[in-house]
């Protein structure tokens, strides 16, 4: 049996952990006594000062937003952006209040039972994706018809009271930017139109941005030096300032972050970042205030890192050239191998490209990112992708993610969408693997498909 070649796994290879910068910021930390005070106590709830500071002018100068400068009350400090979901559906959400919680499809299936484990089983839907990524008329008139049910309560039945100042009827969930699974980013306008539509109808959309500074240009031939262009708004960024900005104080979007995709998973370390009022509801969860910022000492070695820059140099002289040529080379492993077998990549239009036209002019070089593909497998293919995965596993010691993997949680509806739609696909990742081993994967691969169409 040959070595285990693991492209399901969407985790940063260990060799690209900046083991380095975070002993450097652990030892600023560690040798400072002052500074170990801070560190070692019981954190502020909404994070460790200078990490929020820092935080703010990374991404300040990261997306440079239209709504300008972004300030430290706009960051809460988490433990990563599992878990600040869970901790944002404690605070923001009731079951049965909170009608329905709407995931784009193909959706980042381990995010369902995060929304089931806080009440929401049955409650899950899916909305499919086209090449702009979610479909807002299919989720107008879900919402719609949803809203049109009798009985909805008026109001929350146990939140309530000054600890629950706000609670939402709806919760939209996606991965706008290089998404997980399908590798699409949404276009401007979509963005815009979904920030209006959460607006409308009371719904907290919920963004996971953990890949959007991970980006390069989509052509080989362009130097990483090409101009891109700005990275995305995100959908906090769109709602900060659409149309005069949020009409109340909670605002309908927030940005899940996390450094676990630019650091190491181990590091624990995320942030929101929303309205000044969402934040510091959102600071003030029980078990934060019992027991303080969930990650205080990490945090205090990525304030350190961030501060010196040595992450953003980690991102820009290590993690982009890592990625980009182990991008390049699945691309070329996926024309030469699976193409010709009737492989399709399926990851929509490049945002440049949409964007163009919304804003008139002509497009930055088309940008590609993050860690994820997806492809739809040949039509003549006798098995399915459930299958197909199964026999990689047991003949080649291939692993991938597969398209029924992707389904939206008890979503009747979302399963059928899959039979004949994203349920053909499957998802590679680059991340894990060097470029040699990525070869060999989609080679494996093609050897299985040869054999079965036999």
């Known amino acids: 049996m040959p070595e285990f070649i693991n492209l399901q796994l969407g985790w940063p290879t260990p ?27 019981y954190g502020p709830d909404a994070g460790y000062v200078p990490l929020r500071e820092n935080i703010a002018a990374w991404l300040t100068e990261s997306y440079k937003p239209s709504g300008g400068t972004i300030n430290a009350d ?38 369902c039972p995060i929304f089931t484990d806080s009440g929401f089983a049955g409650c899950l839907r899916g909305v499919p994706e086209d090449e702009e990524g979610l479909d807002i008329e299919f989720l107008r008139a879900a919402i719609e018809s949803v809203e049109a049910e009798p009985d909805h309560p008026t109001g929350p039945k146990f939140k309530t009271g000054s600890r629950y100042k706000k609670i939402y009827k709806h919760i939209i969930y996606a991965v706008p930017t290089f998404s997980n699974p399908s590798g699409k980013t949404m276009s401007l306008r979509r963005r815009e139109d979904l920030v209006r539509l959460a607006r409308e109808f009371d719904c907290l959309i919920i963004t996971d941005d ?19 262009g700005a990275i995305p708004p995100r959908i906090v960024d769109v709602d900060r300032t659409l149309d005069g900005g949020p009409s109340q104080p909670w605002g309908n979007a927030v940005s899940n972050g996390s450094f676990s995709k630019i650091i190491a998973p181990g590091i624990r370390t995320g942030w929101t970042e929303a309205t000044p009022a969402f ?53 070329r492993a996926i024309d030469e191998y699976l193409v010709p077998l009737g492989f399709k990549v399926s990851t929509g239009k490049p945002y440049e490209e949409t964007t163009a036209v919304v804003n008139g002019h002509g497009p930055a070089v088309p940008g590609a990112g993050g860690y994820f593909t997806y492809l739809t497998v040949p039509a003549d293919l006798p098995v399915d992708t459930g299958k197909l995965a199964a ?19 008890g979503d009747e509806g979302s399963l059928q969408r899959s ?36």
């Open 74 to 111: 706009r960051i809460c400090v988490s433990n990563g952006a599992s878990a600040n979901l869970g901790n944002i559906l404690s605070k923001f959400t009731e079951p049965g209040y909170t009608r329905r919680i709407w995931m784009i499809e193909p959706s980042y299936f381990l995010a």
């Open 15 to 41: 060799s690209l952990f900046p083991s380095e910068q975070v002993l450097d910021g652990a030892s600023r930390i560690l040798q400072s006594p002052k500074k170990t005070a801070s560190a070692l106590i």
């Open 391 to 409: 026999l990689a596993m047991e003949k080649y010691n291939l692993k991938f993610a597969f398209g029924a993997m992707m389904a939206v949680e």
């Open 279 to 331: 934040v510091l509801s959102l600071s003030e969860l029980g078990a934060t205030r019992s027991g303080g910022c969930p990650t205080q000492i990490a945090g205090t070695f990525v304030a350190e890192m961030i501060g010196t820059g040595r992450l953003q140099s980690h991102i820009s002289d290590v993690l982009i050239p890592t990625y980009s040529a182990r991008y390049h080379t699945m691309f």
């Open 210 to 228: 953990v890949y959007d500074v991970l980006r390069w240009p989509k052509d080989p031939k362009n130097p990483l030096s090409s101009h891109l």
């Open 419 to 454: 039979v004949g739609g994203y349920g053909n696909g499957i998802r590679l990742c680059w991340a894990w693997h060097p470029e040699d081993e990525i070869i060999e994967g989609i080679q494996r691969l093609a050897s299985l498909v040869k054999e079965i169409k036999q």
